[in-house]
């Protein structure tokens, strides 16, 4: 065992699930506060930092390029 792994185990320190480092859509029906401390809901982008949950507001955009105009 190398000496950061004995450091972990002593500070009972877990690496991050790897979902806990990506962004995920999410449906919110009871608002909550974004990053930047706005309220939002409906469709929301998600991540978990470790401690808690973070929340971005998901726009939609429409895509000109897909009708082939």
Known sequence: ???S????QI??????P????VWH???VFM???SITGKL???RVWRRHDGRKWIYKQFVEY???????S
């Open 31 to 33: 608002p909550r506060r």
């Open 1 to 3: 065992m190398s000496k």
């Open 40 to 42: 939002v809901n409906g």
């Open 11 to 16: 500070l009972g320190l877990r690496p991050r």
């Open 5 to 8: 792994d004995e450091n972990i």
């Open 18 to 21: 790897a979902w806990a480092e």
């Open 62 to 68: 429409a895509d000109s390029t897909a009708d082939g």
């Open 25 to 27: 859509l999410w449906t």
